[in-house]
């Protein structure tokens, strides 16, 4: 996976910590359970892939190239299908399963919400975008 910009560095960063307390979190709470660490880092890995396939899709779109954007939007939404697969295939396990891939998949969105609010009351100054 290729983060180019500085807004994806920034969150693959800053993600980083919040993906390793949700591993430390899992494996605590349900007594060391693997399935739960495997759980956490397909989430994560979903969520990067998420993501970068969306920012791909935006810039795509946004961009003033005569570049289709139709494989990049079938792209996205094949994301999306895994994504929906891996969430059912999680909950056919167990509960504690879903809801730790659930978190996994929701690391990023958790990371530019923290990341919104650190920049609104002003503990951070790093003109996130």
Do not use: D, W
Request: glycine share 4%.
């Amino acid at each position: 996976m290729n983060f180019t910009n500085s807004t994806e560095k920034l969150l693959m960063k800053r993600s980083l910590p919040l993906f390793a307390l949700l591993l430390l979190i899992s494996q605590l709470l349900f007594k060391l359970n693997i399935q739960l660490l495997f759980g956490v880092t397909i989430g994560y890995a979903f969520s990067l892939i998420r993501f970068r396939s969306l920012s791909e899709m935006v810039k795509t779109m946004m961009s003033n190239a005569k570049i289709k954007f139709g494989p990049v939007v079938i792209k996205y939404f094949t994301v999306q299908l895994l994504t929906v697969i891996v969430l059912f295939v999680a909950v056919g396990k167990s509960i504690q399963t879903f809801a730790v891939v659930f978190l996994g998949i929701s690391i990023i969105t958790l990371t530019i919400m923290i990341n919104a609010f650190t920049e609104a009351v002003g503990i951070t100054k790093n003109n996130f975008e």
